[in-house]
Nanobody, 127 residues
Framework: QVQLVESGGGLVQPGGSLRLSCVAS????????IGWFRQAPGKEREEVAC????????YYADSVKGRFTISRDNAKNTVYLQMNSLNPEDTGVYYC????????????????????WGQGTQVTVSS
């Protein structure tokens, strides 16, 4: 069993930045690919960014490429999502997820098969 706890969300103005953290417990994080997903009010959950178990590959949704960066520190059992140039369309609940995929792209494209989810952290981009 893996427990995931997200933090770092909040209210930010357009153009601002936030860094989300996802801390894992209960298992060694390096066994798992990790993904960040988000869900806006009235919309379906969508992938944001994913990273392979050792951090060798990453995958980003087109909407966040060049603005968001996913990274991991397996020694700290933590995955980060640095979000820059935020805009109101980035508003939503951001979820961290872990699964035994070996590739970042699989993690992002097959979220319906993900094993573990965090409780989410709210990100609101508004002036």
């Amino acid at each position: 069993q893996v427990q995931l706890v997200e933090s770092g969300g909040g209210l930010v103005q357009p153009g601002g930045s936030l860094r989300l953290s996802c801390v894992a417990s209960g298992s060694t994080l390096s066994y798992y690919a990790i993904g960040w997903f988000r869900q806006a009010p009235g919309k379906e959950r969508e992938e944001v960014a994913c990273i392979s178990p050792r951090g060798g590959t990453t995958y980003y949704a087109d909407s966040v490429k060049g603005r968001f960066t996913i990274s991991r520190d397996n020694a700290k059992n933590t995955v980060y999502l640095q979000m820059n140039s935020l805009n109101p369309e980035d508003t939503g609940v951001y979820y961290c997820a872990a699964s035994s995929f070996t590739s970042a792209q699989d993690m992002c494209s097959m979220s319906h098969l993900v094993d573990y989810w965090g409780q989410g952290t709210q990100v609101t981009v508004s002036s």
